[in-house]
């Protein structure tokens, strides 16, 4: 059973930065997917970034150049580095992890879910 703690969230003005982690307990697949998911009042949630467990990252379109996704294997850490923040990027950002067989990340089924942590940007 993978469990995930995020943390890191808070409120920002908008142009600023914000770098949110997530702490998994180990996981012991050797071939598997991390990502961020985000979820803003009264929306659907959306897929941030994923990264695989051989480091290859996939961005929303939308988010590209703006957001960084990396993992921290020796610290079982997952980041998610926010630079230029917008008020629309306001949400709870939520962590998420799953085995996979084909390392293909982006749409993958997640099974293991964290808590969430709040992000509020500031115009």
């Known amino acids: 059973q993978v469990q995930l703690v995020e943390s890191g969230g808070g409120s920002v003005q908008a142009g600023g930065s914000l770098r949110i982690s997530c702490a998994a307990s180990?996981?012991?697949?050797?071939?598997?997917?991390m990502g961020w998911f985000r979820q803003a009042p009264g929306k659907g949630r959306e897929e941030v970034a994923t990264i695989s467990s051989d480091g290859s990252a996939d961005y929303a379109a939308s988010l590209k150049g703006r957001f960084t996704i990396a993992k921290d294997n020796a610290k079982n850490t997952l980041y998610l580095q926010m630079n230029r923040l917008k008020p629309e990027d306001t949400a709870m950002y939520y962590c998420?992890?799953?085995?996979?067989?084909?390392?293909?990340?982006?749409?993958?089924?997640?099974?293991?879910w964290g808590q969430g942590t709040q992000v509020t940007v500031s115009s």
């Open positions: 180990s996981i012991t697949y050797t071939r598997y997917c």
């Open positions: 998420a992890a799953t085995r996979t067989r084909s390392g293909y990340c982006w749409y993958a089924n997640y099974d293991y």
